[in-house]
């Protein structure tokens, strides 16, 4: 029997975790920690290996080096009972447009095996303002409201762990603060860590505890945004941003 995991263990480890298609790196050696509670951001440009590191540590792609726990779980070994306590929200997936709202949340809530899925459905409608959308196809949705059934899903059992990519990606200022706003209470009430791929700079400033810098798969660079922003001299993230994908240096 495999001992259990540590409940003081960070909600990510990753070490060295490397992914090769052939001849191209996609992620080279990268290691870095999510505490438990915490809020991290993954940013870089296009090709920089965020998705394709989000991808291994949900288990959906085997890293060709290094290694992941998840929740203090070995997720080479034991990655289901991980994903139990996991979840994952991207607007780039989308639901079964015939399915109605209800329908949707109901089969992952099944998949979860969530106790009451009724029930917790009709409380994430109430949080979520989402009990006139319940009826509807999912394909008849607006990009707002897609974006708060999303969420939906992706709080559906509770998760202890949330990866979220691109999470206010296409909507307007309203919606996004709105998002945004709900992200930041509903950590601060349930402890949730939160792992955070964005192109938007002042979300991640906002939102985040700690940055990831990368570039064609490498960690570049990485600290709190306060403490990114005095390294490279810059009144915000995006100038940070636009410094790394251009190889301007720091200091």
């Not at 009709?122 to 196809?137: G, I, N, T, W």
């Not at 906002?206 to 960690?219: E, F, N, Q, W, Y």
């Amino acid at each position: 029997m495999r001992p259990a995991p540590d409940p003081r263990a960070p909600a990510i480890e990753a070490e060295g975790l490397t992914k090769r298609y052939g001849a191209t790196l996609a992620v080279d050696a990268l290691s870095f920690t999510l505490p438990r509670g915490g809020t991290v951001g993954l940013l870089g440009g296009n090709g920089a290996g965020k998705s394709t590191t989000i991808a291994m540590l949900l288990g959906l792609l085997i890293p060709t080096g290094g290694r992941v726990r998840v929740l203090g779980h070995d997720m080479a070994r034991d990655r289901f009972a991980a994903l139990a306590r996991a979840n994952f929200s991207s607007p780039y997936i989308a639901l079964p447009h015939r399915l109605s709202v209800a329908e949707n949340l109901l089969v992952y809530a099944h998949l979860y095996d969530v106790p009451d899925a009724a029930g917790r459905i009709a409380e994430l409608a109430a949080q979520l303002s989402l009990a006139d959308l319940l009826d509807r196809p999912a394909g008849q949705l607006s990009a707002g409201q897609k974006t708060r059934v999303a969420l939906a899903k992706s709080l559906i059992n509770r998760p202890d762990l949330l990866l979220l990519d691109e999470p206010t990606a296409s909507l307007d200022p309203d919606t996004a603060d709105w998002v945004r706003s709900w992200l930041e209470r509903y950590r601060q009430e349930s402890g949730c860590a939160i792992l955070l791929a964005s192109h938007n700079m002042a979300e991640v400033e906002r939102l985040c505890d700690h940055v990831l810098m990368l570039k064609t798969g490498r960690l570049v660079d990485s600290g709190s945004p306060a403490e990114l922003l005095s390294r490279y001299g810059r009144d915000d993230l995006e100038e940070v941003f636009l410094d790394i994908a251009r190889d301007r240096r720091a200091g």
